[in-house]
T-cell receptor, first 113, second 114 residues
Protein backbone atom coordinates (compact mmCIF):
# COMPACT_ATOMS: atom_id res chain seq x y z
CA UNK A 1 0.00 0.00 0.00
CA UNK A 2 0.88 3.67 -0.02
CA UNK A 3 2.26 5.49 2.97
CA UNK A 4 4.45 8.41 3.97
CA UNK A 5 6.80 8.44 6.93
CA UNK A 6 7.94 11.80 8.10
CA UNK A 7 10.51 12.98 10.59
CA UNK A 8 8.91 13.65 13.92
CA UNK A 9 9.09 17.03 15.49
CA UNK A 10 8.93 19.46 16.90
CA UNK A 11 12.01 21.04 15.39
CA UNK A 12 13.43 24.26 16.80
CA UNK A 13 16.13 26.15 14.93
CA UNK A 14 17.84 29.48 15.19
CA UNK A 15 17.40 31.95 12.37
CA UNK A 16 19.76 31.29 9.43
CA UNK A 17 20.28 27.65 10.41
CA UNK A 18 20.11 24.82 7.89
CA UNK A 19 16.89 22.82 7.79
CA UNK A 20 16.32 19.21 6.83
CA UNK A 21 13.01 17.42 7.32
CA UNK A 22 13.17 13.78 6.32
CA UNK A 23 10.42 12.06 4.36
CA UNK A 24 10.31 8.53 2.99
CA UNK A 25 7.50 6.81 1.17
CA UNK A 26 6.12 3.52 -0.04
CA UNK A 27 3.96 3.38 -3.13
CA UNK A 28 2.48 0.79 -5.45
CA UNK A 29 2.97 2.83 -8.60
CA UNK A 30 4.91 5.89 -9.66
CA UNK A 31 3.79 8.62 -7.32
CA UNK A 32 4.06 12.36 -7.40
CA UNK A 33 5.55 13.80 -4.23
CA UNK A 34 4.60 17.00 -2.45
CA UNK A 35 5.49 19.20 0.46
CA UNK A 36 2.66 21.21 1.96
CA UNK A 37 3.04 23.93 4.60
CA UNK A 38 0.49 24.96 7.20
CA UNK A 39 0.97 28.33 8.84
CA UNK A 40 -0.74 28.92 12.19
CA UNK A 41 -4.50 29.19 11.85
CA UNK A 42 -4.48 28.45 8.13
CA UNK A 43 -5.10 25.58 5.76
CA UNK A 44 -2.42 23.66 3.91
CA UNK A 45 -0.63 25.32 1.02
CA UNK A 46 1.43 23.58 -1.61
CA UNK A 47 5.10 24.41 -1.07
CA UNK A 48 6.71 22.33 -3.80
CA UNK A 49 6.31 19.13 -5.76
CA UNK A 50 8.11 16.64 -7.97
CA UNK A 51 6.44 14.31 -10.41
CA UNK A 52 9.17 11.85 -11.38
CA UNK A 53 12.44 10.40 -10.19
CA UNK A 54 15.37 12.85 -9.91
CA UNK A 55 13.08 15.86 -10.24
CA UNK A 56 13.85 18.68 -7.84
CA UNK A 57 11.02 20.81 -6.54
CA UNK A 58 11.85 24.25 -5.22
CA UNK A 59 10.04 27.28 -3.86
CA UNK A 60 10.79 30.11 -1.41
CA UNK A 61 14.30 28.79 -0.84
CA UNK A 62 13.07 25.27 0.00
CA UNK A 63 14.15 22.30 -2.09
CA UNK A 64 13.40 18.59 -2.24
CA UNK A 65 14.67 15.95 -4.66
CA UNK A 66 12.65 12.88 -5.64
CA UNK A 67 14.98 9.94 -4.92
CA UNK A 68 13.50 6.71 -6.21
CA UNK A 69 16.47 4.59 -5.11
CA UNK A 70 16.03 5.61 -1.48
CA UNK A 71 12.26 6.32 -1.73
CA UNK A 72 12.85 9.70 -0.16
CA UNK A 73 11.84 13.32 -0.63
CA UNK A 74 13.66 15.26 2.08
CA UNK A 75 12.90 18.95 2.49
CA UNK A 76 15.85 21.34 2.84
CA UNK A 77 16.47 25.03 3.24
CA UNK A 78 19.86 26.62 3.60
CA UNK A 79 18.91 29.49 5.88
CA UNK A 80 15.60 29.50 7.72
CA UNK A 81 13.73 32.61 8.81
CA UNK A 82 11.31 33.24 11.63
CA UNK A 83 8.55 33.42 9.01
CA UNK A 84 9.21 29.77 8.09
CA UNK A 85 7.74 28.66 11.41
CA UNK A 86 4.92 26.33 10.43
CA UNK A 87 3.94 22.68 10.16
CA UNK A 88 5.28 20.86 7.11
CA UNK A 89 3.57 17.84 5.56
CA UNK A 90 5.04 15.41 3.09
CA UNK A 91 2.52 13.74 0.80
CA UNK A 92 2.24 11.46 -2.20
CA UNK A 93 -0.34 11.07 -4.92
CA UNK A 94 -0.49 7.86 -6.89
CA UNK A 95 -2.40 7.51 -10.13
CA UNK A 96 -2.85 3.79 -9.46
CA UNK A 97 -5.05 4.66 -6.49
CA UNK A 98 -7.07 7.32 -8.26
CA UNK A 99 -4.71 10.11 -7.29
CA UNK A 100 -5.65 9.88 -3.67
CA UNK A 101 -3.31 11.76 -1.40
CA UNK A 102 -1.43 10.16 1.46
CA UNK A 103 -0.02 12.53 4.05
CA UNK A 104 2.70 12.19 6.61
CA UNK A 105 1.99 13.17 10.20
CA UNK A 106 3.51 16.62 9.85
CA UNK A 107 6.63 18.23 11.35
CA UNK A 108 6.32 21.38 13.39
CA UNK A 109 9.13 23.88 12.85
CA UNK A 110 9.80 26.84 15.10
CA UNK A 111 12.51 29.31 14.12
CA UNK A 112 13.77 31.57 16.88
CA UNK A 113 15.52 34.92 16.29
CA UNK B 1 -11.29 35.93 -2.72
CA UNK B 2 -10.62 32.47 -1.40
CA UNK B 3 -10.97 29.66 -3.93
CA UNK B 4 -12.04 27.09 -1.34
CA UNK B 5 -14.22 28.29 1.50
CA UNK B 6 -15.47 26.49 4.56
CA UNK B 7 -18.28 27.39 6.92
CA UNK B 8 -18.36 27.70 9.83
CA UNK B 9 -14.73 28.39 10.74
CA UNK B 10 -15.31 27.46 14.36
CA UNK B 11 -18.07 25.49 16.02
CA UNK B 12 -18.70 24.29 19.54
CA UNK B 13 -21.45 21.76 20.00
CA UNK B 14 -22.68 19.16 22.44
CA UNK B 15 -22.61 15.39 22.30
CA UNK B 16 -25.49 13.96 20.28
CA UNK B 17 -26.11 17.04 18.16
CA UNK B 18 -26.20 16.89 14.36
CA UNK B 19 -23.62 19.12 12.73
CA UNK B 20 -23.05 20.08 9.11
CA UNK B 21 -19.84 21.53 7.78
CA UNK B 22 -19.97 23.12 4.36
CA UNK B 23 -17.40 23.55 1.64
CA UNK B 24 -17.65 25.60 -1.53
CA UNK B 25 -15.13 26.12 -4.30
CA UNK B 26 -14.80 28.47 -7.25
CA UNK B 27 -11.89 26.63 -8.85
CA UNK B 28 -14.08 24.59 -11.18
CA UNK B 29 -12.51 21.37 -9.91
CA UNK B 30 -14.41 18.12 -10.18
CA UNK B 31 -12.90 16.34 -7.18
CA UNK B 32 -13.52 17.25 -3.55
CA UNK B 33 -12.31 15.78 -0.26
CA UNK B 34 -12.91 15.98 3.47
CA UNK B 35 -10.06 15.41 5.92
CA UNK B 36 -9.70 15.66 9.65
CA UNK B 37 -6.50 16.73 11.34
CA UNK B 38 -5.54 15.60 14.82
CA UNK B 39 -2.28 16.46 16.56
CA UNK B 40 0.37 13.87 15.76
CA UNK B 41 -1.80 12.04 13.23
CA UNK B 42 -1.54 14.28 10.23
CA UNK B 43 -4.50 14.35 7.88
CA UNK B 44 -6.90 11.46 7.61
CA UNK B 45 -9.29 11.15 4.68
CA UNK B 46 -12.96 10.94 5.65
CA UNK B 47 -14.78 10.98 2.30
CA UNK B 48 -14.02 11.97 -1.25
CA UNK B 49 -16.05 12.67 -4.36
CA UNK B 50 -14.77 12.47 -7.91
CA UNK B 51 -17.93 14.04 -9.32
CA UNK B 52 -21.46 14.82 -8.24
CA UNK B 53 -22.63 11.21 -8.54
CA UNK B 54 -19.48 9.59 -7.17
CA UNK B 55 -19.00 9.45 -3.39
CA UNK B 56 -16.40 7.27 -1.73
CA UNK B 57 -15.47 6.43 1.83
CA UNK B 58 -12.05 7.28 3.07
CA UNK B 59 -10.10 5.66 5.87
CA UNK B 60 -12.20 7.06 8.75
CA UNK B 61 -15.77 7.46 7.46
CA UNK B 62 -17.60 5.93 10.45
CA UNK B 63 -19.80 8.52 12.15
CA UNK B 64 -19.74 10.84 9.14
CA UNK B 65 -21.81 11.32 6.00
CA UNK B 66 -21.44 13.62 3.01
CA UNK B 67 -23.50 15.24 0.30
CA UNK B 68 -22.27 16.60 -3.02
CA UNK B 69 -25.03 19.04 -3.83
CA UNK B 70 -23.31 20.44 -6.89
CA UNK B 71 -19.87 20.34 -8.43
CA UNK B 72 -18.91 23.31 -6.31
CA UNK B 73 -20.37 22.17 -2.98
CA UNK B 74 -19.50 19.28 -0.69
CA UNK B 75 -20.96 19.02 2.81
CA UNK B 76 -19.83 16.88 5.72
CA UNK B 77 -22.34 15.84 8.39
CA UNK B 78 -21.87 14.39 11.83
CA UNK B 79 -25.20 12.72 12.55
CA UNK B 80 -24.65 12.48 16.29
CA UNK B 81 -21.50 14.24 17.37
CA UNK B 82 -19.21 12.67 19.97
CA UNK B 83 -16.23 14.18 21.81
CA UNK B 84 -13.61 12.21 19.87
CA UNK B 85 -14.77 13.99 16.72
CA UNK B 86 -13.24 17.15 18.13
CA UNK B 87 -10.69 18.07 15.45
CA UNK B 88 -9.75 20.43 12.68
CA UNK B 89 -11.61 19.61 9.45
CA UNK B 90 -10.35 20.50 6.02
CA UNK B 91 -12.01 20.47 2.64
CA UNK B 92 -9.83 20.11 -0.45
CA UNK B 93 -10.31 20.09 -4.20
CA UNK B 94 -8.40 18.79 -7.20
CA UNK B 95 -8.73 18.74 -10.97
CA UNK B 96 -8.79 15.34 -12.63
CA UNK B 97 -7.72 16.86 -15.95
CA UNK B 98 -4.37 17.76 -14.40
CA UNK B 99 -2.01 14.83 -14.95
CA UNK B 100 -0.51 15.00 -11.50
CA UNK B 101 -3.24 16.27 -9.22
CA UNK B 102 -2.49 18.84 -6.61
CA UNK B 103 -4.97 19.35 -3.85
CA UNK B 104 -6.07 22.82 -2.81
CA UNK B 105 -7.23 23.28 0.75
CA UNK B 106 -9.78 25.41 2.49
CA UNK B 107 -8.91 27.29 5.70
CA UNK B 108 -10.39 24.63 7.95
CA UNK B 109 -13.19 24.32 10.48
CA UNK B 110 -12.31 23.85 14.12
CA UNK B 111 -14.98 21.66 15.70
CA UNK B 112 -15.26 21.08 19.43
CA UNK B 113 -17.71 18.51 20.76
CA UNK B 114 -18.39 18.81 24.48
Amino acid sequence: GNSVTQMEGPVTLSEEAFLTINCTYTATGYPSLFWYVQYPGEGLQLLLKATKADDKGSNKGFEATYRKETTSFHLEKGSVQVSDSAVYFCALSDEYTGNQFYFGTGTSLTVIP
Amino acid sequence: DADVTQTPRNRITKTGKRIMLECSQTKGHDRMYWYRQDPGLGLQLIYYSFDVKDINKGEISDGYSVSRQAQAKFSLSLESAIPNQTALYFCATSDSSSRRNEQFFGPGTRLTVL
